[in-house]
């Protein structure tokens, strides 16, 4: 009778050395942490985005508000009287109502002006803690010295300063003004030319977006 060969078994192993685990490990650590990586890049583009199209959004609002309120603005009512190629923060003046015979009604006096948050102390810190600086809001006093005078925000985050600008005496944006305002009134011969800067801060980023829009109303004589 035959007999089988004998098999020796003795070169196949039985598990992994301590060193390919090692290795293994190592490579699954790198790719768990690229995954890590391209996730949260993901997140922040989505955050970036999502906070881009919204001050796109309030920018065009806050444009549109000022367009409404200065439009029926008077040109002989303005103060201070801008002069052509001047910027002021605040506006005051009357805006028509209607008009009886040759006699024009207007409102009492209104004031738009840009003022620091209240929960700033224009210290160059951030105070409340939203992750930006010195910010500032938009204010509309209506009936200015009488009695039933009263104020409204009409926008919150205005940039203390332009888009591009920061405080130090120089012409940071190449636009011919120094360390302008992020809300400006423009005289420009027989229209007022208004400029706003928002900006705002994606949740976990530690850049600032800021964005500006100007418009052009046509004063009423």
Same mark, same amino acid.
């Given at each position: 009778?035959?007999?089988?060969?004998?098999?020796?078994?003795?070169?196949?192993?039985?598990?992994?050395? #301590?060193?390919?685990?090692? %290795?293994?490990?190592?490579?699954?650590?790198?790719?768990?942490?690229?995954?890590?990586? $391209?996730?949260?890049?993901?997140?922040?583009?989505?955050?970036?985005? !999502?906070?881009?199209?919204?001050?796109?959004?309030?920018?065009?609002?806050?444009? =549109?508000?000022?367009?409404?309120?200065?439009? $029926?603005?008077?040109?002989?009512? /303005?103060?201070?009287? %801008?002069? =052509?190629?001047?910027?002021? !923060?605040?506006? !005051?003046?009357?805006?028509?109502?209607?008009?009886?015979?040759?006699?024009?009604?207007?409102?009492?006096?209104?004031? /738009?002006?840009?003022?620091? +948050?209240?929960?700033?102390?224009?210290?160059?810190?951030? +105070?409340?803690?939203?992750?930006?600086?010195?910010?500032? %809001?938009?204010? $509309?006093?209506?009936?200015?010295?009488?009695?039933?005078?009263?104020?409204?925000?009409?926008?919150?985050? #205005? *940039?203390?300063?332009?888009?591009?600008?920061?405080?130090?005496?120089?012409?940071?944006?190449?636009?011919?003004?120094?360390?302008?305002?992020?809300? *400006?009134?423009?005289?420009?011969?027989?229209?007022?030319?208004?400029?706003? !800067?928002?900006?705002?801060?994606?949740?976990?980023?530690?850049?600032?977006?800021?964005?500006?829009?100007?418009?052009?109303? $046509? #004063?009423?004589?």
């Amino acid at each position: 009778m035959k007999h089988l060969p004998k098999t020796s078994f003795s070169g196949v192993r039985g598990g992994f050395t #301590l060193l390919e685990v090692l %290795i293994a490990l190592t490579v699954l650590a790198l790719l768990l942490s690229s995954v890590g990586l $391209l996730a949260s890049g993901s997140k922040n583009a989505f955050s970036r985005g !999502t906070t881009v199209s919204a001050m796109e959004l309030r920018t065009g609002l806050t444009s =549109s508000v000022i367009r409404s309120e200065l439009s $029926l603005a008077l040109a002989g009512s /303005l103060m201070p009287e %801008i002069q =052509s190629g001047q910027r002021v !923060t605040e506006l !005051t003046y009357v805006r028509a109502l209607g008009w009886e015979g040759e006699t024009t009604i207007t409102t009492a006096p209104r004031t /738009l002006r840009f003022e620091i +948050d209240p929960t700033e102390a224009n210290n160059g810190a951030d +105070d409340d803690g939203d992750g930006l600086i010195d910010e500032g %809001i938009l204010v $509309l006093i209506e009936d200015v010295g009488l009695p039933t005078e009263h104020r409204r925000v009409l926008a919150r985050g #205005l *940039a203390e300063y332009a888009e591009g600008e920061v405080f130090n005496g120089v012409d940071d944006n190449g636009d011919g003004l120094v360390d302008e305002s992020g809300f *400006a009134i423009e005289r420009m011969g027989a229209a007022l030319e208004v400029t706003v !800067t928002l900006e705002q801060r994606p949740p976990g980023r530690e850049e600032t977006i800021q964005r500006t829009l100007r418009s052009s109303i $046509l #004063l009423r004589n």
